[in-house]
């Protein structure tokens, strides 16, 4: 499939007939192995302004995706290969709850789907975690609210030890279920 590059981390398939091969998820983890934020998307709807957005994504475990939500906007997630916890939070940064997905022979499910407004994080458990995403367009950043309580990605050290009291957390409450 030819490909044309928005940045170094999205790509855009050309072409009526998009098909999608182990050769494109290599393509994405090696595009997402080179970039500081690990990872990499590639995107089957035209350009920013369509109404529908479909997205192959890749993330490396190192990914910090800054707990956000979305004005207006929900999101459909299938997990292709890896496994996560995607994390729902409060208004004040209160873990609500926790839905742990994947693929393959992990029991979890592989598909959610929920409506705009909560805000949400991924804790990758796997080396990569690939999955196709489907969501409202056009893309607009405004419509993307990250969570004050949250780090930014530009302090390392902070997302570090947030990423690993989240962690911490999830087992905590794994011993309180026990």
Known sequence: MAYRAESPEVYYADGDIKLVSDS??????????????????????????????????VHHRETYVRPHRHHGKGESFHVIEGHATVVLFDDDGTVIERIPIGAGENA???YYRFEGGV????????????????????????HTEPMPWAPEESDP???????RSLRESDRVDDKQKA
């Open 157 to 163: 050290g902070a997302v570090r030890d947030y990423l």
């Open 24 to 57: 494109d998820i290599a393509f994405l983890k090696a595009r997402a192995s080179e970039n500081p934020r690990r990872r990499a998307r590639l995107c089957m709807h035209r350009d920013p302004q369509a109404a529908v957005h479909e997205m192959l994504i």
């Open 108 to 110: 979890r499910p592989f």
């Open 119 to 142: 805000p949400h994080t991924l804790l990758i458990e796997s080396e990569w975690l690939v999955f196709h995403e489907t969501t409202k367009g056009p893309f607009e950043r405004a």
